[in-house]
């Protein structure tokens, strides 16, 4: 080993020139960015708000219509229930949004609940956190996605039966404009999200208007009450589901504490203000929503939305500002799911480092995305798009419960953590994986804030689950214990390689003395003969190996071999039953079974590579299968010699 002056090992480093080549995927998300790019690839609050509150605010679009849809069982007297509750769903809020603005300024690297709960509560609450998330990211692309096809389907009724590929191909689309980055995407993103802001504002003033000046009415032509059960009366456990229902407003909250990376410096206070300006929006567009709604007697429907039926009376009629709404509504909630694609990434990328998911999700991609968590978000929201006919009802009691349970996990581990910041005295700091915690004099005001937040979204919690478990909110309690279960076994595997890799009371092992060579062979042509001049430099002692199945064809090996092996002896297996791995396998395994503690044993297998990858096809890749079975015996060295075929 070269060593410099002091001493030390050399290391030398060169810069790899080498851009990643075009092709027509670059032509799609863009050029490929350096890493010294990063750092203008951060947004500002203005971008950060259509970056990650699309979500947040599209879901007004939806959540009084779903409040609507349960109430209607107790008849169109109980939808006046619906103010008040979504009064109840705004002050909850409020709450939330002042726990994350306090989870912003703890943790600036970003994260959420999965780091709070992570560094206060231990690994299976945060592996809980993390799940409920990465679902509830998942469904919100599924449910933000359906609901804007269900607007395109109000507008244009004739495309209701193709709504199930409509919702697929604008997945996709939101899919590429976000593998060009979030700077990118944000950019894109940006004036949709400000004009669906500004329509829903024009359309709720001109209603108020209107309303107090009598001159509103009521829906025209309504569409058939949309019902989901068998008529009931108004009972507190019915007005329990309207409110879980409503609740679906707050998905998307957490979103912005995840992403606190992604803003400009400083990232804190960029990001908490961007959260309380989307709360503030959020708060005043469902209650005004609900309100008008309730007062034009809206109906829940499929065939059409609540929004299309209050812009529709609001407007007078299908004119160009209701064309307007629609269009910015419709935008919006394809824009949702943008707040998943630019959240779940960066988590699963979180959870990965930690070594809860694959590895392979932590590596950015050409531009400076998580170019593999947004290709499996993609992947999985489409498959409960497909499984569940693109409906947003049938969705939505799948949607909120992880979100709530993560605010609930969220919440207690900010609770712990004040707890921990009153044991410590002024001036004292202790450096955490995702933050420093130091002495908060206002500890215990804080605590009992995150005390009653934590109890307030765990009843919300356990509301949903009870009152929306047989209308599907059972397959979420079945799938988050399921990919709770996949991370440990994903974090076991990565801890126990860990572990076996490690260099703590490591001792060299002892330098080989002798290293024997078996080289496979199924035929003597140009490709044996270079792998056997490979194998001779390894080592003198080579034996040639090959499977006999056809007695004519190893005949024809053995007469070649004695013209070209230069004399390296060749074993021949014979295999009666036509078996190919089994026989090698077992050679092997005595070969090793005679050797010495010290002796080394290389395998080296020959193939050849064709042009193209239709050739690949002709052939029955035996190299690889062999290769791959090889692999798991111990102590074993496995060389690929490839053969390119010109």
Partial sequence: MHHDDRGAPYVQRRVADKKPRRSWLTVLTGDPLATAEAPHETINKKVGLAVFASDALSSTAYSTQEMLVVLALAGAAAFTNAIPLSLVIVALLALVTASYVQTIHAYPGGGGAYIVARDNLGAAPA???????????????AVSISSGVAQINSSFPALYPYRVPIAVILTVFVMLVNLRGVRESGMVFAVPTY?????????LIIGMVRYFTGTLGVVQDPPPMEMVGLAQPLTLFLLLRAFTSGTTALTGVEAISNGVPAFRVPRSRNAAITLVWMSAILGFLLIGITYLAVQIGAVPSEEETVISQLARTVDGGRDIIYLLTMAGTTIILVMAANTSFAGFPRLAALLAIDGFLPRQLSTQGSRLVYSRGITVLTLLSIGFIVAFQASVTALIPLYAIGVFLSFTLSQAGMVHRWWKSGRLQPGQEVAERGSTLAHDRGWRAKLAFNTVGAVATGMVTLIFAATKFREGAWIVLVVLPLLMGLTFRIHRHYRGLSTALS????????????????LLISGVHKGTLRALRYAQLLS????????????????RVQHKWEEWGEGVRLVILDSPYRLMLEPIVDYIEYIASQRQPNDTITIIVPHFVPRGWFDNLLHSQTAMILRLRLLRLPNIVVTDVPYQVT
Avoid at 127 to 141: D, K, N, Q, R
């Fill in 127 to 141: 592996a809980a956190a993390g799940s409920a998330l990465l679902v509830g990211y998942i469904l919100t692309v």
């Fill in 195 to 203: 004009f669906f802001v500004a329509m829903m504002f024009l359309t």
């Fill in 503 to 518: 260099l703590q009371k490591y001792e060299p092992e002892m330098r080989s003395t002798r290293h024997r060579v078996i």
């Fill in 540 to 555: 003198s002692d080579v034996t040639v190996v090959h499977i006999s199945v056809d007695p004519e064809e190893t005949a």
